[in-house]
């Protein structure tokens, strides 16, 4: 989980902690300081790169405080993660 870019090793972390609702594949998540922590680099990191993920039409965040993300584009996250 510790190698890698900062955006491939929030992708990886977004694919282990995603489940399958029905259609719907969604992450429940950590706290941003949290999932720092576990990656290596700083929570404006997470932040940013979650923004980045919003923005690029990957996830969808019902709030920037929601625990759960859904994933609109399973495949490009997974290009990300170097899966």
């Given at each position: 989980m510790n190698s890698g870019s900062a955006e491939q090793r929030?992708?990886?972390l977004?694919?282990?902690l995603s489940t399958q609702d029905?259609?719907?594949t969604v992450s429940?998540?950590?706290?941003?300081?949290?999932?720092g922590a576990m990656l290596g680099v700083t929570l404006e990191t997470i932040s940013r790169r979650l923004s980045t993920l919003k923005?690029?039409?990957?996830?969808?965040?019902?709030s920037a405080q929601s625990?759960?993300?859904k994933i609109t584009n399973l495949?490009?996250?997974r290009r990300l993660?170097?899966?």
């Open positions: 929030l992708a990886r977004l694919l282990r029905g259609q719907i429940h998540l950590f706290r941003r300081d949290e999932m923005k690029e039409g990957i996830l969808e965040m019902a625990p759960t993300v495949q490009a996250l993660a170097g899966d």
